[in-house]
């Protein structure tokens, strides 16, 4: 029997449409890399790269068991009801997910064939993912968990950022392809890299803007309503002596 104070999840409606936003991403983006078939693959493999490939799909698994497990991490009713669990998904989370997918993503986005800057992005996002993951292991082994939860918020908000940024991707596109002509000189190829560097940059930063914004919101002690402004009343002095000491 659970206490009446824990966490339901009607009390956190945002976590139903997160697992369905994650589930209709997953089930739209990863099939064409279980065929192991490189010509299924949504990314060109670099010609003459064996490995980029193979370390794609490993890329691509890693991170669907990140965004599983993740959801499941900041279920506010799993985690109180089912401890055991947070703990086990949690660690596979971090040791089957974000790490690997984090250290497998350094070599896709270096061998990115959408310009320099979405390389960039993609180095930045994932050498934080593993940052933010790390610090967040390390909080939780240290028992500080207030500070672990905020850590592995911002890991999580990573994890999550592919999604955002296809959808910034898309709309980016809609908008900037009547500037073909004009501002990108007729090049639709450098429009099309300009909409991805668009949804790199603005999927990860974006989130980790409302994580902590959320984070933030959090920490603020919360005042009763109706509840008396009171000054503090005059301290009590004490002994001479003591306060000479």
Same mark, same amino acid.
């Given at each position: ?118 390389? $960039? ?53 809609? $908008? ?70």
């Amino acid at each position: 029997m659970t206490s009446s104070n824990a966490p339901r999840w009607w009390r956190r409606p945002w976590i139903v449409p997160l697992m369905l936003v994650a589930g209709a991403f997953l089930a739209f983006a990863v099939p064409p890399y279980l065929t192991f078939d490189p010509a299924e693959s949504r990314l060109e493999p670099p010609p003459g790269n064996d490995f980029y490939y193979p370390l794609l799909v490993a890329h691509v698994l890693f991170g669907t068991v990140a965004m599983v497990t993740a959801c499941f991490q900041v279920w506010p009713a799993f985690r109180a009801k089912y401890r055991r669990g947070h703990r086990i998904t949690g660690r596979i989370y971090v040791f089957a997910g974000a790490l690997p997918a984090g250290l497998v993503g350094l070599y896709i986005g270096w061998h990115t064939a959408a310009g320099p800057s979405v390389r $960039v992005a993609n180095l930045v996002g994932s050498v934080l993912w593993i940052a933010v993951t790390v610090i967040g292991l390390r909080m939780a082994r240290q028992r500080r968990f207030a500070d672990h939860r905020r850590w592995m918020s911002r890991s999580f908000a990573l994890s999550m950022s592919i999604v955002l940024s296809r959808v910034i991707n898309i709309v980016a596109t809609i $908008v900037l392809t009547p500037q073909i002509d004009t501002t990108f000189g007729g090049s639709e190829a450098l429009m099309k890299y300009s909409a991805v560097s668009i949804g790199a940059w603005g999927g990860p930063l974006l989130l980790l803007v409302l994580a902590d914004f959320v984070l933030e919101r959090r920490k603020a002690p919360k005042k009763p309503s109706g509840e008396p402004v009171t000054s503090p009343g005059p301290r009590r002095q004490g002994h001479p002596a003591a306060a000479s000491r």
